[in-house]
Structures are given as structure tokens and as C-alpha cells.
């Protein structure tokens, strides 16, 4: 690791960041169903005390913000390779803000189309969240999550293909670890699962094509947050007002 060059340890880093994703849930994926014997009490005992413990937020929190972190610390990384460093705070926010409204122009019109025409489906788990207390905690999470994972994983592509090249191939180095994962594989074949990875790509995509412009970790967060919000809220919008319709349709 020491004769490497600081972009290639970084994209070694990195590259086994993502081999650790795809391992865990794939591994995760082959055992959610009961086995017989031994092993198979083992596992069950094991994820019910998991579930009791929130097993599950703890290594989702340490994978994606503790790992970055202890990347950041030891050195391996720069602030300034993740946008968290050298901010021009009022050209970001400018670019961002416009950004931010032509992407919610152009999904808010592809997912009101798609609201319509679907019919009835299963909802969105994320979008049923919405209905709880605080349920926009949980998509502020992910939104911080996710974000700061995909900086982690563009981040030697920057430093190898440059700032605008460089985003996107971080952009498809993640793309490519979703498809190896056998859950993702699943969700998209599965009506709700499959609009919510959609969803989910769909804003990758958006914002980092902000980051191409503005280099700033926090604001594409906020971008995340902001769209993943307004396209959950129409999506339970639609719910709401097909189940009145569909009813009256049953009863006649």
C-alpha cells in the first residue's frame, strides 16, 4: 500500500468498499429464509436478537458515514476528493437551486405520468414510512447515507478520469455493485420495490450531475433529500385518491 500512489490506494480502498457491499448483501440475501438444523437455529437466533438490538441501522450507520469516516482519518482520502472541503457556498448554492428545479421539473413529470398510468400498485415502502411520526427522518437518513457513499466511490475516479468524466464512472462503479446484489436484482422485479430502486437511480443520476457543477457534498444531500421528499409525497398523493376511485369502481 505504500508504494501506490495516492489514486491508486484510493481506488483500492474503494474498490474494496464495494466488494464488502456486495458480499454482505448478498450473503444477507442467501440467508433470509430458515434452513434446517443446527445452523439454521443458529441463524434464526441470531437475526431475531439483531432485530431486537437494531443489528441492522448499526452496520447500515457503520458502513456508510463510519467507514468514510475512518478512510477520511487515517488519510486515505482528502476532504476536497469528497466535496467537503475548498465550498464556494454562493455559486453552489445558485447552480444548485437551479439544478434542483430542473430536476424536480423533469422527475415530477415522468413520476406524475407513471402515478397515472400504473393503476393499482403495491405502494412504495419508503413512501408508507412517510405516514409515521418523523417519517421524513428516514429519508433524510438515506438521503446522508447514500450520499456520502457515492462521494466515497467517486472519489479515486476523479482523481484518475478527471471532474466531470471522473463523476460518472463513480456513478457506474456504484451501478454495477446494485446489480451484483441479489436483493436489488429481486426489487426490481417486484411492483413498489421496483419504483423505489428506480427512484433511487433516478436521483444518483441527478445528483451527480449537481456534483459535476457545484463539488459539494452538503448541497447534493439537500438535493437528495428535497427530491426524494416532493416524489414520495405525490406518489402516497396518488394513493390516497386512487383508493376512493377504485372503491366506488368495486362497488358499482
Not at 463510519?66 to 476536497?80: A, C, R
Not at 428516514?138 to 471532474?163: D, K, Y
Not at 466531470?164 to 455493485?177: F, I, K, Q, R, S
Request: hydrophobic share 50%; charged share 10%; aromatic share 12%.
Amino acid at each position: 500500500m505504500l508504494l501506490l500512489s495516492y489514486p491508486q490506494r484510493l481506488f483500492l480502498v474503494v474498490t474494496a468498499y464495494l466488494a464488502l457491499y456486495v458480499l454482505a448483501t448478498n450473503v444477507s440475501w442467501a440467508l433470509r429464509t430458515p434452513r434446517p438444523g443446527r445452523w439454521g437455529r443458529t441463524g434464526e437466533s441470531v437475526r431475531l436478537w439483531g432485530n431486537r438490538l437494531h443489528l441492522g441501522g448499526i452496520i447500515r450507520l457503520a458502513y456508510y458515514l463510519g467507514v468514510p469516516y475512518v478512510i477520511l482519518t487515517w488519510g486515505w482520502s482528502s476532504p476536497l476528493d469528497l466535496g467537503l472541503a475548498d465550498l464556494d457556498w454562493v455559486r453552489g448554492v445558485g447552480q444548485s437551486v437551479g439544478l434542483t428545479a430542473g430536476s424536480l421539473a423533469l422527475l415530477g413529470l415522468i413520476w406524475w405520468q407513471y402515478v397515472r398510468n400504473v393503476g393499482e400498485q403495491p405502494a412504495m415502502p419508503q413512501a408508507c414510512s412517510l405516514g409515521q411520526p418523523w417519517g421524513w427522518v428516514f429519508v433524510l437518513r438515506q438521503a446522508i447515507f447514500l450520499e456520502a457513499a457515492w462521494a466515497l466511490c467517486r472519489s479515486p475516479m476523479l482523481l484518475l478520469a478527471g471532474p466531470y468524466l471522473g463523476v460518472y464512472l463513480g456513478l457506474g462503479a456504484v451501478a454495477v455493485a446494485a446489480l451484483l446484489n441479489a436483493r436489488v436484482r429481486h426489487a426490481l422485479g417486484a411492483p413498489g420495490e421496483r419504483e423505489e430502486a428506480v427512484l433511487t437511480a433516478s436521483l444518483a443520476v441527478a445528483t451527480s450531475t449537481q456534483y459535476v457543477f457545484v463539488h459539494n457534498l452538503w448541497l447534493c444531500i439537500a438535493m437528495h433529500f428535497f427530491l426524494r421528499m416532493l416524489i414520495l409525497q405525490l406518489v402516497c398523493w396518488s394513493a390516497r385518491h386512487r383508493r376512493p376511485e377504485h372503491a366506488g369502481k368495486e362497488a358499482s
